[in-house]
Each structure stands twice: as C-alpha cells, then as structure tokens.
C-alpha cells in the first residue's frame, strides 16, 4: 500500500505502557540469505526481516536462479519466513560480455557488497546497478580486494563503483559437485580495509570458505569490528547442511521505541526541578519496551537501552550508571569534575553502537547540557550523507547543532514542529517520528 507524501505525527497525550515486537534485523537476514544460497539443501529463515533490502536481495537470489519461497510471519507482519534451496556451494551462471546477468541492488548497501563477492564463485558475467544514490557509495576497497583474489572486476565509470560488471576468472559448470569445486580451486588470500565499510569484510568472509579465499582484514578496529564479529559468529553456527535459523530483532529498529519510552516522559519542569527522584520517575514513567530484545552479543545496538540512559542521565548528572562511573574514577572529588569536564557525555559512535546512534543524536534536544556525538564518519558514507542530513533538519526545528569535523554536538533547545526531509532514508524518517511524539508540527516527507 502506498503511503501519503506527508505524514503528521501527533503527538502522545498520555503516558503509554507497552511491550512491543519488532521486525527482525536487517544485517543478519541478509547475511543469512547468502549463507542459505551457498548451504547444501533446504534452508529455512524464521523471523527474516520483509523490507526494501531484504527484498532485493531475495529478488537477486531468485534472478540468479536460486528457488526462494517467501511466507508471512504471523507473529510480526514486517517479518517473512523465507525457505532458500541451497546448491551446496554452486552459484548459477550469469550471461556473457555482451549480455551480463542485471542484478539490481536498489539502495542496499549489504546486497550490492555481499552480492559482488558472492558472483565470483559463479560462471559468466555480471552486473550489479542500482539507484543514484548507490552509484555513489564507496566500493573500492572490497573490488581491490577481489581483484587480488582472481576476479575481473570492471567499473563501468572507471571509479571502483557500482555499477560494475564482474566475471570469474574460475569457471565450473552448474553441475560441478561442491567437492570437486573444493579440491579444484586454488587457495588465493587478500587483504580488505574497512575504515569506509565493514561490509566489505563480510562480504568476503560469507563466501570465503566456498571460494577457498583467505581474507585477512585490517582498518579501524579490524578483527574487533562489531558487524564483522557479526559475520564471523553467524557462519560458525549457521546450518550449513540445511535446517531452520532464527533472526533476531533489529536493535536498531527497537532503538527508536525504547526511546519513545524515555524522551516523552521528559518535561521542561521536572528535569529543571533539581529533585532527583522526580527525575527519574518521570523519565521511565512512559514505559515502552521490546519483546525478545537480542542478548547473543551480535549486533552492535544492543546496547543502545544502556546508552539511552546514559543520555538520559546527563541531565544535571541525574541518574545512577554516570555517577557511579564518576564516583570511581574520581572519587571524592567526583562532584566537582562533573560540573566542570564536559567530555564525560559524549558519546561515540564507537561505543557500541550503530544507526542507532541516529535515534540519540536526535532526541538529544531534550537534555539539559550539550551532548557531543563523535566518530560519525561513516554516517556520511551510507543511505544518505546522514551527518549533514541530521544537522539540517535538527536545526529546521529550531535545535542548535554545532558540526565540528565527524563530531555532532547537540545543545538544549526548545524545538518546535516542521517538514522533514527523509533523503529516502528510512531511519531518518524514524528518527524525527520519535520526535514528534513529543514536538507537535512535525510532518515527514517521502
């Protein structure tokens, strides 16, 4: 069903308790979907998530011939069931010179990556194209690296971007046994940096073993990387032989509904009040939480309800998780470095947290000290430039942000409604929904 241009969020009357389900992560179902592709035999994805993304990749899958079923979750309808039949590590041929095998990625960063290294291990030629916006996402470091490996990876506008024609220099036939392609293969080793995208690295490493490539990664945080931690976790347990796999829920998605938890209960003249307890019976007084909220450690955001209140307790150093780290780390004096080091609240990107980031940054407004976010850089490398995007729209609603290099510092403010540009980002569009939860006028376009 297609959505109004404009859409009003009115803001909530009255408290809300709520326990909520949501849609299944993103970055494992597509992770999944490729391991299901290179698994032997039938593959079933319990709780997938059935957005943009995910359906690109699917469709891709299906372009490519795999047989990919598709069934609705009745337990959340944003989910999808998804049976893949696997070919036990055989990728179908693609076309010729003249006339590739299209694959379109849309705007999804993980297909148009994962994708990439996953045709190599097939036969013929492909070519992976997708909106404007993907035209100018960085790709480089992962087409170095396949070159490395053996594969002809050909830019079609000569700047290590999609779209890109790709052909394995390694042919095997459809029929072609995944022994035989095992014992066949040569070992081949790269290397790939992730200081643009960790993407790049799980690319590699889903198809690593089927393609015999050794990948070795490096680049901030290298190994460590939460997302490539991610990867290397998924194919460890994933059920490479056929069986059923359960995503988990989005920690980013739920990001914005723990969030709608906290920053509704905030008003102007309970946080100003100095009372401490009144505080934090207001703060949590809007109680909203996410069923089934991901404990296995993989995804990034799960640690996103702690960083809220965190957020939260800046307020005048209201709140018991920064006092207690003052208190030790400062002891007697702890008090006094609290009124003076205004470095203690940031919060970075690095910290344990992704696009939820995102959610933080923009209910920030409703704190009562400045807020500085840091290590924002690849925000500027994904569905939109999301740093600047954030500052506009911020400011659009009368929030004072100071853009000062990769770092976002949000001052108290007292907002008031407007038009939201999305850039055809969905988690802007989430981001400043949350907001109009408390800030009457705020209208999202696109």
Same mark, same amino acid.
């Given at each position: 069903?297609?959505?109004?241009?404009?859409? #009003?969020?009115?803001?909530?009357?009255?408290?809300?308790?709520?326990?909520? *389900?949501?849609?299944?992560?993103?970055?494992? %179902?597509?992770?999944?979907?490729?391991?299901?592709?290179?698994? +032997?035999?039938?593959?079933?994805?319990?709780?997938?998530?059935?957005?943009?993304?995910?359906?690109?990749?699917?469709?891709?899958?299906?372009?490519?011939?795999?047989? $990919?079923?598709?069934?609705? @979750?009745?337990?959340?309808?944003?989910?999808?069931?998804? *049976? $893949?039949?696997?070919?036990?590590?055989?990728? /179908?041929?693609?076309?010729?010179? #003249?006339?590739?095998?299209?694959?379109?990625?849309?705007?999804?960063?993980?297909?148009?990556?994962?994708?990439?290294?996953?045709?190599?291990?097939?036969?013929?030629?492909?070519?992976?194209?997708?909106?404007?916006?993907?035209?100018?996402?960085?790709?480089?470091?992962?087409?170095?690296?396949?070159?490395?490996?053996?594969?002809?990876?050909?830019?079609?506008?000569?700047?290590?971007?999609?779209?890109?024609?790709?052909? =394995?220099?390694?042919?095997?036939?459809?029929?072609?046994?995944?022994?035989?392609? =095992?014992?066949?293969?040569?070992?081949?080793?790269? *290397?790939?940096?992730?200081?643009? &995208? &960790?993407?790049?690295?799980?690319?590699?490493?889903?198809?690593? +073993?089927?393609?015999?490539?050794?990948?070795?990664?490096?680049?901030?945080?290298?190994?460590?990387?939460?997302? $490539?931690? !991610?990867?290397?976790?998924?194919?460890?347990?994933?059920?490479?032989?056929?069986? *059923?796999?359960?995503?988990?829920? @989005?920690?980013?998605?739920? &990001?914005?509904?723990?969030?709608?938890?906290?920053?509704?209960?905030?008003?102007?003249?309970?946080?100003?009040?100095?009372?401490? =307890?009144?505080?934090?019976?207001?703060?949590?007084?809007?109680?909203?939480?996410? #069923?089934?909220?991901?404990? &296995?450690?993989?995804?990034?955001?799960?640690?996103?309800?702690?960083?809220? !209140?965190?957020?939260?307790?800046?307020?005048?150093?209201?709140?018991?998780?920064?006092?207690?780290?003052?208190?030790?780390?400062?002891?007697?004096?702890?008090?006094?470095?609290?009124?003076?080091?205004?470095?203690?609240?940031?919060?970075?990107?690095?910290?344990?947290?992704?696009? =939820?980031?995102? %959610?933080?940054?923009?209910?920030?407004?409703?704190?009562?000290? /400045?807020?500085?976010?840091? @290590?924002?850089?690849?925000?500027?490398?994904?569905?939109?430039?999301?740093?600047?995007?954030?500052?506009?729209?911020?400011?659009?609603?009368?929030?004072?942000?100071?853009?000062?290099?990769?770092?976002?510092?949000?001052? /108290?403010?007292?907002?008031?409604?407007?038009?939201?540009?999305?850039?055809?980002?969905?988690?802007?569009?989430?981001?400043?929904?949350?907001?109009?939860?408390?800030?009457?006028?705020?209208?999202?376009?696109?």
């Amino acid at each position: 069903m297609s959505l109004p241009d404009l859409i #009003q969020i009115v803001p909530l009357e009255k408290p809300v308790h709520a326990e909520i *389900t949501v849609p299944g992560s993103k970055s494992i %179902t597509n992770r999944a979907l490729i391991l299901a592709a290179l698994a +032997e035999g039938e593959v079933t994805l319990q709780g997938a998530l059935w957005s943009e993304d995910t359906q690109i990749m699917v469709e891709c899958l299906q372009e490519l011939g795999f047989m $990919v079923n598709v069934a609705r @979750d009745p337990n959340e309808f944003c989910n999808r069931t998804i *049976t $893949v039949y696997g070919k036990g590590g055989v990728v /179908p041929p693609g076309g010729t010179e #003249q006339q590739p095998l299209e694959l379109f990625v849309g705007n999804a960063g993980t297909a148009a990556r994962f994708l990439s290294a996953f045709v190599c291990l097939g036969k013929g030629v492909y070519r992976l194209h997708g909106v404007p916006r993907m035209h100018e996402r960085p790709q480089a470091a992962l087409f170095i690296a396949l070159r490395k490996l053996g594969y002809r990876v050909e830019s079609e506008n000569g700047n290590d971007k999609v779209p890109v024609k790709i052909c =394995s220099s390694r042919h095997e036939s459809a029929q072609t046994s995944k022994s035989e392609i =095992s014992q066949s293969r040569l070992t081949s080793a790269a *290397t790939v940096s992730i200081e643009e &995208s &960790s993407q790049f690295a799980s690319a590699l490493l889903l198809c690593a +073993e089927t393609g015999n490539w050794e990948i070795k990664i490096t680049g901030e945080n290298a190994e460590e990387s939460p997302y $490539v931690a !991610m990867t290397t976790e998924l194919i460890k347990v994933f059920p490479n032989q056929g069986g *059923t796999f359960q995503i988990e829920p @989005d920690a980013s998605s739920g &990001s914005y509904f723990w969030a709608a938890g906290i920053s509704t209960g905030l008003e102007e003249n309970v946080v100003n009040s100095g009372d401490v =307890s009144q505080f934090l019976r207001a703060a949590f007084q809007w109680s909203v939480s996410v #069923q089934n909220w991901p404990i &296995s450690d993989w995804q990034i955001d799960e640690e996103f309800p702690l960083e809220m !209140m965190n957020l939260v307790s800046t307020a005048e150093g209201f709140g018991l998780p920064w006092e207690l780290k003052m208190k030790v780390e400062h002891g007697a004096d702890w008090r006094e470095k609290l009124n003076t080091d205004e470095s203690q609240f940031a919060i970075s990107r690095k910290d344990r947290l992704g696009d =939820s980031i995102m %959610t933080l940054i923009v209910v920030a407004a409703f704190n009562t000290r /400045p807020v500085p976010f840091t @290590d924002l850089g690849r925000l500027r490398v994904q569905e939109c430039e999301r740093v600047v995007a954030l500052r506009t729209e911020l400011t659009k609603c009368g929030a004072k942000v100071i853009e000062v290099g990769d770092t976002l510092t949000v001052y /108290p403010s007292k907002l008031h409604g407007a038009e939201i540009e999305t850039y055809n980002d969905h988690r802007m569009a989430m981001c400043f929904s949350i907001l109009g939860l408390k800030v009457p006028g705020i209208k999202i376009k696109n």
